[in-house]
């Protein structure tokens, strides 16, 4: 090698190259003596097999299903999982739901702003993510009976029938949100019917499996509200009766975790954020905040299974059959039931009703009176005082309808106008607002475009609206300006509900 | 016929054989002696190589660009000076026995520089006119005249066919770099970045765990690669050129090449770098934004450097700490140490060792930006979200009072505000070549780099009821977040080249194989329920961690011959076989092949003669093919199952589908081109047209709903990119006393997804499809935006909606860059250097928000200002995109050199300098163009940006500067 410097030149002689290593220098020597070292540690290194020059190694962290399977007590905590997945599934449907309802409406602009016109196009985010969730929670109970729990002999009946119950719970969904939706991977649309009898067989088989009469007694309400839903009065008459006598105080929820997730999102839009986000229709507003904090790490759990509800399909079909007395009695019932639910004492003070930068302005005083629509008497009693310190709110269900109104509804549309807002009333925030008024989501774009089953023109890329739903977020809107004494709500949707009870898409027993 | 480096110490030894006898050679030859100055700046050029044709004797200049050639024949002879980096020049002089001949270079900084030396695949150094392919090169000339001090700032204009947008100007930030188009729909279009030849971090954009978002701020690795004793910068496009690079390097490669010093007395410099920032107030809506949030910030650099050594051994150091005030009114600070070791050393006559050593430590302060929402001041301001914390949001019609009574919470929200951010980085490279022969050389190569990073966002409670996020009297809604990630990235390489002459052929063989590793270690310490003044998790009501993982081994050998014949046809032809971690089962070695042609028509014999010769100096084409790689991140591979905490038990889900045929995606690029010489090298042109397809492209198409599944990175896509690439560069005016030089370049881009493989629409940033997102859509560029579009009837309201309607494509059609050089009696230098782009459109949210909250808006139908906001706003996203033309002057710098009479009072040169960089610009759009808030998605991920939200803007900056060298 030839080294030069700014000053001079150096080069080494020919006659040195040619030499042989005795004429080389000795620094040159001693170097090729330690590379040959080096050679020869490297190569017995390496034929001895030493790990530590093998920087090829990889191991991903993560567990794969194969290994998975084959872990302890596998079946249970797949089952764990798949609540989990329960509650990221409620959380969309609660979420989307209601802003899809007339309960609720997105006054910011974080989350869905297209529900409350209401528009649900098949490439709409939370039209995807609902139907996401709930078949992951479908396809994650699948594999939970099918794989996991076959290769798991410690599994037991219990674990067994958990999953038959969640996967019920996801084909309730199914049949009841949307027009369609495949029941396997990349299958074929199903309509509501068969994703509602598939719910049905597998809350049998959760029942029948099941010896804690908690998850049996939720499980004959996931019948009785699947054959509601269906139009099946007997049957759901039949298992709804059977919750009426064991357990009407039936409760199932799901919850939630603040420290590992998920968290309750709508407890989020309603209370936490502190910015206004969702807020009700004036006439709800006494039921806010139904989720809250009571501390920094915890969350409120959102009702999958009431008692009320039973109640509610009996007296239903009690209108339906013409019994008005029968139908006054069980909604008195449930009345009771309601006043036996807990209530919580709540600083709701951060809430302002839409005048922390919202859209629309909110009435914020108790002496406001609500309309529920241009032709309503306004009633008091609906507006809570949020500033004047705590609020009491019901955690699990509340009611505006009292014994006495019930008592002066003398026609079955009376009745049943109160029925439905007893059901809004009693499952506000739950996301089954929507599903009473009628509206279902369409089959995802991205669905149909990845699966060959369907067409990318198929009639289940369409949401049905039905034609009572204002347009324009009528649902939403009412009338009052700050200073105002009455707020007047555009449309009372519970009245076009009766008026339209006929439509096979609503009041199932009629 | 050129000497080149390689060969010189054959010759050399041959010429040294005949200095055995002093006496004779003392009768017959004489000394050349001389300098090498830069052309135009007139600066001493330090490690220039210079020889004499023929003789292949030679010598190396020192720091002041000096060398002498001793024992030189009597005679005529030609002497040539080159050096990497630079153009070759010669000189013709007489030597007389006995006596000394001076002589100077003045070596011209040219674009197109055939027989300059570049550093290409994975070899050593070769001729520009060998190769199929362009190298685009930043000398260390022009980085010590760059005011700059991240590596980003410096690319954004320093290479002409690589766009580098600076999207927020928080310290430490991401920047976007784009050469030929995003070849990926799923991963970033960074360069892979070499520093010594070792594979260095170059995330680019939020980490797995980091207190960046998609929506936000991203914390780049690029920006704290020190910049400290950096000789040059190489840029390779992906393509043919990177082939040898495989299964990494789709997206072009950069390669960092620091000092080690060269031989002669030792120099030490001095340096000092004062100014200020400040906001440029076009950029704003809002002029009292700027007076709110804004100030002028100093900032400071200052440097120590050294270099020197002998015939055996050669070292160079260099130190700096630069610290920023920062122009917002808080949390904008940032402060860096950063130093640099270079060293090499003769083993053995035929055994050298090179190494460097560099060392930095970063820290940044941060705001809350993007999409982050509740205080987020830039937003609050510029979007008029402030009325909601009940300020008038309508800033310029608020009373000095409102404003006053603005300010006051301002203040106080940004002095409670706490994110910061800490990087340490070492990087080590240590090098052995071995050249048992003239012909053949072997090098060896390992290298680490570990990077260090720690992100803190500390909310307390006093901050969050400051800012009505709760209640007065909350004590229980603070929170941490800690992020600390942790790479390692180590390279291992050997290889060997041979040169060889058969007849009128030559033909330079590379052969050798490399490895490179990453481990990135990932944690995050999460704690709620925390009391004010902790700023640690210990203590706080809950405490929660999470952490990640990510491995990945690449290996692969490669092989290349570059074939000449007479000097003048060339034909490259290489292979890289790799292996990689990444690769599903089925998959195996991946290999990329590539072939290139050159014919240098100016070398031809007739082209020598005639009026031909007197105009063009040089006429060369070029074609090639070639594939390179972007291999999938680590462990998509496999199906996984997905741990979750729930409720304090362990729980289980879906996690990675995983797909056992994942592989790399490959870029096949096909290149025509030619470079042009004219009039003696004033004038140069270098043209390309080149089409890139990737193929198998990794499409994160999520699975459809009906699966369960998430989203798994398939090879189903195809990406086409393709354009033309000009660079002009043209002395229009010499005298003795002034030279003027032009330069620019002309780049087209042609970008679609030529084929989604099936998959549905998917978003790669942005929000829902309601509103607006960037997609990959078949038939349309990569990152499309695609929101509601209105059409307005008579009465200028919105008749109708088309939702998911295109709105533009955020990727340029056409960019390049402008530049200027002046050089006036060899001691004061002006440069001026700027950057432009046509054809790409952007979104403004915060003229959206802005309209959304009640304020005017001159864009849109008069007729929808009257309508209700909040039922239109989003119906309308259409009238929110704007196309985003733009040209700015990035950096405008004047270098004084003192005269050395006056100079050597303090030492042997003195450099004064004065330079601003963001001084002026121009741009179509109502808002800054650059200021772009969609980071990726996920850690690489792809993004093209397209999105003006809540971003802090770049800073114009003025700084004064001394160089003193002792």
């Known amino acids: 090698m030839t080294i030069m410097t700014g000053t001079s030149t150096t080069a080494r002689p020919a006659s040195l190259r040619q030499c042989g290593t005795s004429a080389l220098p000795i620094r040159t020597r001693r170097m090729r003596s330690l590379l040959r070292s080096l050679l020869a540690l490297l190569v017995v290194a390496t034929f001895a097999g030493c790990d530590f020059l093998d920087p090829t190694e990889v191991t991903n962290p993560t567990v794969t299903q194969d290994d998975f399977i084959n872990l302890p ?392 609206i039905p034609a009572w739903i204002p347009g324009d977020r009528g649902m939403n809107r009412f009338d009052y300006e700050d200073g105002d004494e009455v707020a007047v709500i555009h449309h009372n949707l519970n009245r076009a509900l009766v008026e339209n009870r006929t439509s096979d898409a609503i009041l199932p027993f009629h | 016929m050129s000497i080149r480096v390689r060969s010189l110490p054959l010759v050399l030894g041959g010429i040294a054989a005949l200095l055995g006898s002093g006496a004779l050679a003392a009768q017959t030859t004489g000394t050349i002696e001389g300098q090498v100055l830069a052309a135009g700046s007139g600066q001493p050029l330090a490690g220039v190589q210079v020889s004499v044709d023929g003789l292949e004797l030679g010598a190396l200049t020192g720091e002041q660009g000096r060398f002498t050639i001793s024992n030189v024949p009597a005679g005529e002879h030609t002497v040539r000076a080159e050096r990497l980096g630079q153009a070759t020049e010669t000189r013709t002089v007489t030597v007389q026995p006995g006596e000394t001949v001076s002589i100077e270079f003045a070596l011209a900084d040219r674009a197109v520089a055939l027989d300059e030396l570049v550093i290409t695949g994975q070899g050593s150094e070769v001729s520009r006119r060998r190769l199929s392919t362009n190298v685009d090169v930043i000398s260390e000339q022009d980085l010590q005249t760059s005011p700059l001090s991240r590596l980003d700032q410096v690319l954004q204009t320093g290479l002409p066919s690589v766009q580098v947008r600076m999207s927020s100007g928080q310290p430490g930030a991401g920047a976007q770099m784009r050469g030929r188009g995003p070849v990926s729909a799923s991963q970033g279009s960074t360069p892979v970045i070499y520093v010594d030849g070792v594979r260095v971090d170059n995330l680019n954009s939020q980490a797995e765990l980091s207190m960046g978002q998609a929506t936000g701020t991203q914390t780049s690795a690029i920006a704290d690669i020190p910049m400290e004793n950096i000789e040059r910068v190489e840029y390779i496009p992906g393509g043919a050129a990177t082939t040898l690079y495989g299964s990494d390097a789709a997206n072009g490669v950069l390669q960092i090449f620091t000092s080690r010093g060269t031989p002669g007395p030792s120099d ?223 390279t291992l390489e050997a290889g060997g080249q041979h040169r060889g002459d058969f007849g009128p052929f030559d033909v330079i063989t590379n052969a050798g194989g490399q490895l490179f590793r990453e481990d990135d270690t990932q944690a995050q310490r999460t704690a709620l329920n925390v009391r004010d003044g902790s700023e640690t998790v210990r203590g706080a009501g809950t405490t929660n961690a999470d952490d990640v993982y990510l491995t990945l081994v690449n290996y692969g050998a490669y092989a290349q011959q570059n074939w000449g014949y007479r000097d003048r046809y060339f034909v490259e032809l290489g292979l890289r076989a790799d292996g990689n971690s990444a690769f599903g089962d089925d998959i195996g070695f991946q290999y990329y092949p590539k072939l290139g042609f050159v014919y240098d028509m100016s070398a031809e014999d007739w082209f020598q003669f005639g009026s031909l010769s007197n105009v063009l100096s040089e006429l060369r084409f070029r074609a090639n093919y070639g594939v390179a790689g972007n291999f999938p991140p680590p462990y998509t591979r496999d199906r996984t199952v997905s741990f979750a905490s729930y409720l304090g038990q362990q729980s289980v889900g879906f996690g990675n589908p995983g797909d056992p045929g994942l592989g790399p995606e490959k870029t096949h690029t096909i290149e025509f081109g030619g470079d042009l010489e004219a009039w003696d090298g004033h004038f140069t042109l270098r043209g390309n047209w080149y089409d890139a397809r990737t193929r198998d492209a990794l499409f994160a198409a999520p699975s459809p709903p009906s699966t ?259």
């Open chain 2, 268 to 490: 030490f410099s001095i340096s000092t770098q004062v100014g200020y920032e400040t906001p440029i107030r076009d950029y704003f809506h809002f002029p009292e934004t700027v007076d709110l949030l804004y100030r002028n910030g100093l900032t400071q650099q200052h440097q120590i450097s050294g270099r020197g050594g002998t015939s055996d051994m050669t070292w160079s150091f260099s130190g700096s700490v630069r610290d920023r005030a920062g122009y917002r009114i808080d949390n904008n600070a940032s402060r860096s140490y950063s130093g640099r070791t270079g060293l090499t050393a003769a083993l053995s006559d035929q055994l050298r060792y090179d190494g460097s050593f560099s060392f930095g430590w970063n820290h940044y302060d941060r705001a809350r930006d993007g999409n982050l929402g509740a205080y987020t001041p830039l937003w609050l301001l510029e979007g008029g979200r402030i009325f909601a914390l009940g300020f008038n949001n309508n800033l310029s019609a608020a009373s000095q009072s409102e404003l006053n009574d603005l300010q006051g919470f301002l203040n106080q929200a940004e002095a409670l505000m706490d994110r910061r951010v800490q990087v340490a980085r070492a990087q080590t490279s240590h090098t052995l070549r071995w050249e048992p022969t003239n012909e053949l050389s072997f090098r060896a190569l390992a290298g680490l780099d570990h990077r260090s990073s720690t992100e803190r966002v500390i909310e307390t409670n006093e901050f969050l009821v400051h800012t009505r996020v709760h209640s007065p009297g909350t004590d229980d809604q603070g929170t941490i977040n800690i992020y600390d990630r942790d790479f390692l990235g180590l």
């Open chain 1, 73 to 464: 007590n596998a079946a249970t905590t797949w089952t764990h999982g798949v609540e989990r997945q329960l509650a990221i599934a409620v959380n969309d449907l609660v979420l989307f739901g209601e802003v899809g309802s007339d309960n609720l409406f997105n006054n910011r602009t974080l989350f869905t702003r297209t529900f409350d016109i209401p528009e649900m196009e098949p490439v709409d985010a939370a039209v995807v993510s609902m139907q996401r969730e709930v078949q992951r929670l479908r396809a994650m109970a699948d594999d939970g009976l099918n794989l996991v729990v076959p290769a798991d002999e410690g599994a037991t009946d219990e674990t067994r029938a958990r999953l038959h119950y969640h996967r019920a719970y996801a084909s309730l969904a199914a049949g009841e949100y949307f027009v369609g939706l495949p029941a396997e991977g990349n299958g074929p649309v199903l309509g509501p019917q068969a994703h509602l009898e598939a719910a049905i067989q597998d809350f049998e088989e959760a029942r029948g499996l099941s010896s804690d009469p908690a998850l049996q007694g939720a499980a004959t309400l996931g019948i009785a509200r699947a054959h509601h839903r269906m139009g099946n009065m007997d049957e759901a008459v039949a298992a709804a009766e059977q919750v009426r006598a064991n357990d009407p105080l039936l409760l199932r929820s799901v919850e939630y975790d603040i420290s590992d997730g998920p968290t309750n999102t709508m407890q989020t839009a309603i209370y936490d954020s502190g910015q206004d986000e969702f807020q009700p229709l004036p006439r709800m507003d006494f039921l806010f905040p139904k989720y809250f904090s009571v501390s920094a790490t915890d969350q409120s759990a959102i009702a999958i299974a009431k008692g009320e509800e039973a109640f509610l399909i009996l007296a239903e079909a009690a209108l339906a059959r013409n019994d008005l007395q029968g139908a006054r009695d069980l909604m008195v019932e449930v009345l009771g039931i309601v006043d036996q639910r807990p209530t919580a004492m709540v600083d709701d003070e951060s809430q302002q009703r839409g005048r922390a930068g919202g859209t629309w302005i909110y009435p914020n005083r108790s002496e406001v009176l609500v309309a529920a629509s241009p032709d309503d008497e306004p009633l008091p009693g609906l507006v809570l005082d949020r500033q004047d310190g705590p609020v009491e709110v019901p955690t699990v269900s509340g009611t505006s309808v009292t014994a006495d109104r019930i008592a002066g509804a003398q026609s079955e549309e009376a009745l049943l106008e109160l029925l439905y807002l007893m059901r809004q009333e009693i499952f506000v925030v739950e996301g089954r607002r929507i599903v009473d008024l009628g509206i279902r989501l369409p089959v995802a774009l991205e669905e149909a475009e990845a699966n060959e089953n369907i067409s990318l023109d198929a009639d289940v890329l369409r949401p049905f």
């Open chain 2, 708 to 966: 369960g599944e998430a989203v798994q990175l398939r090879n189903v896509g195809e990406i086409q990119n393709s354009g033309i690439e000009l660079q002009l560069s043209g002395e229009v005016y010499r005298t003795s006393d002034l030279t003027v030089r032009l330069r620019g370049s002309f780049n087209t881009l042609n970008n679609e997804v030529t084929d989604a493989g099936g998959t549905s629409v998917f978003s790669i940033t942005g929000h829902s499809a309601g509103t607006i997102q960037s997609v990959i859509e078949e038939g349309q560029p990569v990152g499309m935006l695609r929101g509601n579009k209105a059409t307005f009837g008579p009465d200028g309201t919105v008749e109708s909606v088309e939702a998911i309607a295109h709105l533009g494509s955020p990727l340029p059609e056409r960019f390049g860059t402008l530049g200027m050089d002046v050089g006036i009696r060899q001691n004061l230098r002006l440069n001026v250097s700027a950057d432009w782009q046509t054809g790409a459109r952007m979104h403004s949210f915060n003229r959206q928000f802005r309209y959304l909250h009640g304020l005017d808006d001159p864009l849109v139908p008069p007729a929808m200002l009257e309508q209700d906001r909040s039922a239109n706003w989003l119906r309308m996203t259409d009238q929110f995109v704007e196309d985003t033309d733009f040209l700015k002057v990035r950096n405008i710098s004047v270098q004084y050199t003192v005269p050395s009479h006056l100079a050597q009072r303090v030492g042997q040169s003195v450099d004064l300098g004065f330079s601003i960089h963001n001084p002026i610009g121009w741009w179509s759009s109502s808002f800054n163009p650059e200021a772009d808030y969609s980071g990726a998605q996920s850690q690489g991920g792809a993004t093209v940006g397209g999105f003006n939200y809540a971003m802090d803007p770049s800073p114009r900056t003025f700084m004064a500067n001394v160089r003193v060298r002792f």
